[in-house]
């Protein structure tokens, strides 16, 4: 990514002054940057500040630097099954500086676009690092040393997370990569130990695997992503199984030693029994850390939750009068377009409107190959809920664009409300599946039944069309009889 030093607004000299705006926006994710081009250009005054990214983490660091690697891959793969689809050639070479620097060149346009976006809004862009001194009030600390503080009518606090780096003996010692530098490689891991099974690891697993990594992926739940359903989870167990990584579930790392780039050891527990793995790099995609420490919070009147997450209401307002706090930080969902939403939430708040985060739809995708795509309930939640619903659930095989692609391992299924039409959820394990899921939030949002799909006329041959096939098939149903959780089934 590129550094914002030379870039950011002309540095003002040190000044103890303080300066008024209507708005101060500490840590400029995505949800702050929208936030901070909207209200300039409703005319307000508003300064964002942020200690190194542009646009924070999903333009440099996350979502599209990650989505690019992810789509290198997808050509790598698409060379090795290049014989399945009648076309041969006679080598082919993966150069990871060349992949890297598609990459960098994407995230030097976005930072761009973003500057761009800044000057002509006119809200003001300030590289530092910032923190609390007073009530409403942010001291920022340029890269030349010198200070500003700047007071807002309202202040937003949108610092975000980091990777969690648990405390295992000799993991710190052994530099693992995080997502951040694992988007910079400019090598192919020899043999990449991915600890974490969740969003990150399961990603860049299966991207590292493709460019020609041996890949260990080592998690303690069961499960992989153990939040989705298990016909879900074992899906995504058998994709990156087949594609050649080794998958330990339930397994606690216990010690590590070496150093990522060289040589790692790691020993782990897997049902009771110790196992040593040797590496060359280690990634740890174990959760998220809150970015409180050095803030200032509590000068400011800002409390924290148990776990350390800014605490706020329904409206993201803090504990502190004027002060809001959007995206991971608040304890949100940690997708950008929550980021967004949030932004969302504290516009119509601070502009005479109301408006809260509770039931608000969370759509979720991960971008393995093929994707996996949610919204709304699943099976698991339903069940847990004591929901009486009916199960759509399909091959991605029924899907005719998928067969034209050779791209039919997966499914989609929806979970529709047993004594009426309501669309309660869907889910896709399949190629375009984030794209599909957009068109049943869609239907959902108009409150639409799922025979509206089922009916509609869906341009030929399309990933989207699959829907018909889907809503048109047999539904099981499921029905709570006794206690909360108890079910029968019947086709
Ligand atoms: C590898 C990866 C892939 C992801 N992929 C997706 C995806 O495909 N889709 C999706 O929806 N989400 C994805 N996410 C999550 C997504 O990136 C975040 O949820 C989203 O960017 C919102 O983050 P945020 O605005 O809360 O914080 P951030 O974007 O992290 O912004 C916080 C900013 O605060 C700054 N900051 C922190 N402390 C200070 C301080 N004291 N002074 C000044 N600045 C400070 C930081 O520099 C940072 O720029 C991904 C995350 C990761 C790690």
Known sequence: MRSAESRSSAQKPESTELEEFDLVILGGGTGSTVAAWTFAGEGKRVAVVDRKYIGGSCPNIACLPSKNVIHSAKVASYFRRSKEFGITHDNFAIDMSGVRERKRTMVRGLNDMYLENYKNTGAEFILGAGRFLAPRTVEVTLADGTRRQLRGANVIVSTGTRAALETITGLAEAQPLTHIEALELDEIPEH????????????????????????????????????????????????????????????????????????????????????????????????????????????????????????????????????????????????????????????????????????????????????????????????????????FKVPMEANLRARTLSETRGFVKAVVEADNDRILGFTAFAAGAGEIMGAVQIAMIAGLPYTALRDAVLAHPTLVEGLIPLFSSPAAAHNVVESRGAQTSAA
């Not at 974490?196 to 860049?204: D, F, H, P, S, W």
């Not at 939750?305 to 930080?329: C, F």
Request: proline letters at 3%; charged letters at 20%.
């Open 192 to 391: 990449l130990l991915v600890i974490g099974g969740g969003y990150v690891g399961v990603e860049m697993a299966q991207a590292m695997r493709r460019f020609g990594s041996r890949v260990t992926m080592i998690d303690r739940s069961q499960r992989l992503m153990s939040k989705e359903d298990p016909d879900v989870c074992e899906a995504l167990r058998s994709l990156l199984t087949d594609e050649g990584i080794d998958i330990l579930l339930n397994a606690r790392v216990q010690r590590v030693s070496g150093r990522s780039g060289d040589s790692v050891n790691v020993v782990v527990e897997q049902n009771g029994i110790e196992k040593g793995l040797k590496g060359s790099h280690i990634l740890v995609a174990t959760g998220r850390t809150p970015n409180t420490e050095g803030l200032g919070l509590e000068v400011a009147g800002v409390e924290l939750t148990d776990r350390g997450y800014i605490k706020v209401n329904e409206r993201l307002q803090t504990s502190a009068p004027g002060v809001w706090a959007i995206g991971e930080i608040a304890g949100s969902p940690q997708f950008t377009h929550i980021s967004i939403d949030d932004f969302r939430v504290v516009h119509a708040n601070l502009t005479g409107g109301r408006r809260v985060t509770t039931g608000r739809q969370v759509p979720y995708c991960l971008f393995t190959d093929p994707e996996l795509a949610h919204i709304g309930l699943n099976e698991t939640e339903a069940q847990a809920q004591g929901i009486a619903y009916r199960l």
